[in-house]
């Protein structure tokens, strides 16, 4: 792929006219693109990449990315370290329907409602914004963590259910912040990596923060225990007593693994505890997280 005056340098030659017509074609079926450090300006030439699907750009001085609308099988985009200070509308966001990582740390962000333009995003799990003015404005994670629902890490943390249900006090091990939490989901780029290394990187980024929710969101604990009583009781008529063990404990080993008596001892430190707010109502929960209102009385 060529860059700058390059490419209308072939463009308005007749001598190349038709090599820049193939070369234009081919660009329709790139799926993974890696111009890091190159001091690029543009990225008109992403226009014909429409099954581009892993897409990195970044330490270069690009200021627009509205060439990128076309790109919809989009994965994962990395933009961080450019000169970005405005994100496209709306509709340029809910056009990237299987965006699921997006790095944009490192750039000029100022303004806290251009940022909330990524609520149109589908399904963004994680989101980079560090190193942005727009990082140290006041509520700037919590404006984000409850506008932008499909999203579940933001920065070097993952989302904790305090963040998203509104006077909610949780123990010290479920708070926002905890080290349990924590997760980089944004390594440095490594020389010399493939399309199949970015796509196993990046079902292992999903995969982890998936692990990390599973494991301390207290919302996804109950409803872990929602599902076991409700398979319990809708096989008891059809299966015998060892039928049932059975059954039920290689349901749970596709579950994730709780050691046996924490999850009792948990609820009772969660909601039987005098100065817990139990009157606290969940927002809304999307993608296998969100979408769950509970009254605690």
Request: aromatic share 12%.
């Given at each position: 792929?060529?860059?700058?005056?390059i490419?209308?340098?072939?463009?308005?030659?007749?001598?190349?006219?038709?090599?820049?017509?193939?070369?234009?074609?081919?660009?329709?079926?790139?799926?993974?693109?890696k111009?890091?450090?190159?001091?690029?300006?543009?990225?008109?030439n992403?226009?014909?990449?429409?099954s581009?699907?892993?897409?990195?750009?970044?330490?270069?001085?690009?200021?627009?990315?509205?060439?990128?609308?076309?790109?919809?099988?989009?994965?994962?985009?990395?933009?961080?370290?450019?000169?970005?200070?405005?994100?496209?509308?709306?509709?340029?966001?809910?056009?990237?329907?299987?965006?699921?990582?997006?790095?944009?740390?490192d750039?000029?962000?100022?303004?806290?409602?251009?940022?909330?333009?990524?609520?149109?995003?589908?399904?963004?799990?994680?989101?980079?914004?560090?190193?942005?003015?727009?990082?140290?404005?006041k509520?700037?994670?919590?404006?984000?963590?409850?506008?932008?629902?499909?999203?579940?890490?933001?920065d070097?943390h993952v989302?904790?259910?305090?963040?998203?249900i509104?006077?909610?006090?949780?123990?010290?091990?479920?708070?926002?912040?905890?080290?349990?939490?924590f997760?980089?989901?944004?390594p440095?780029l490594?020389?010399?990596?493939?399309?199949?290394?970015?796509?196993?990187?990046?079902?292992?980024?999903?995969?982890?923060?998936?692990?990390?929710?599973?494991?301390n969101?207290?919302?996804?604990?109950?409803?872990?225990?929602?599902?076991?009583?409700?398979?319990?009781?809708?096989?008891?008529?059809?299966?015998?007593?060892?039928?049932?063990?059975?059954?039920?404990?290689?349901?749970?080993?596709?579950?994730?693994?709780?050691?046996?008596?924490?999850?009792?001892?948990?609820?009772?430190?969660l909601?039987?505890q005098?100065?817990?707010?139990?009157?606290?109502?969940l927002?809304?929960?999307?993608?296998?997280?969100?979408?769950?209102?509970?009254?605690?009385?």
């Amino acid at each position: 792929m060529f860059h700058g005056t390059i490419t209308k340098e072939l463009t308005s030659h007749e001598e190349w006219s038709h090599y820049n017509d193939n070369m234009i074609e081919d660009q329709k079926d790139f799926v993974f693109v890696k111009f890091s450090g190159l001091h690029l300006k543009s990225m008109e030439n992403l226009q014909s990449c429409i099954s581009l699907r892993v897409c990195i750009f970044s330490n270069n001085f690009i200021t627009d990315i509205h060439p990128l609308q076309s790109c919809i099988r989009l994965v994962k985009l990395d933009l961080h370290g450019n000169q970005i200070k405005s994100l496209p509308d709306t509709k340029f966001w809910s056009g990237l329907k299987k965006l699921k990582l997006l790095y944009l740390h490192d750039n000029g962000f100022a303004k806290l409602k251009n940022i909330c333009m990524l609520s149109a995003c589908p399904s963004l799990i994680a989101l980079t914004m560090f190193d942005c003015p727009v990082s140290l404005k006041k509520g700037y994670r919590h404006v984000l963590v409850n506008s932008i629902w499909p999203l579940k890490a933001l920065d070097h943390h993952v989302i904790s259910d305090e963040e998203i249900i509104q006077n909610w006090h949780l123990p010290e091990r479920f708070r926002a912040y905890n080290h349990r939490l924590f997760f980089n989901f944004c390594p440095a780029l490594k020389k010399g990596s493939t399309y199949g290394d970015e796509i196993n990187n990046i079902k292992y980024i999903v995969s982890k923060i998936n692990e990390i929710l599973a494991h301390n969101s207290p919302v996804l604990i109950v409803q872990r225990w929602i599902r076991g009583f409700l398979v319990r009781k809708k096989m008891s008529p059809l299966l015998h007593k060892k039928d049932q063990e059975k059954f039920i404990g290689e349901c749970e080993t596709k579950w994730t693994f709780i050691p046996k008596g924490y999850e009792d001892s948990l609820f009772k430190h969660l909601f039987l505890q005098p100065e817990t707010n139990r009157t606290g109502k969940l927002a809304h929960w999307k993608h296998g997280k969100k979408k769950l209102w509970v009254n605690f009385h």
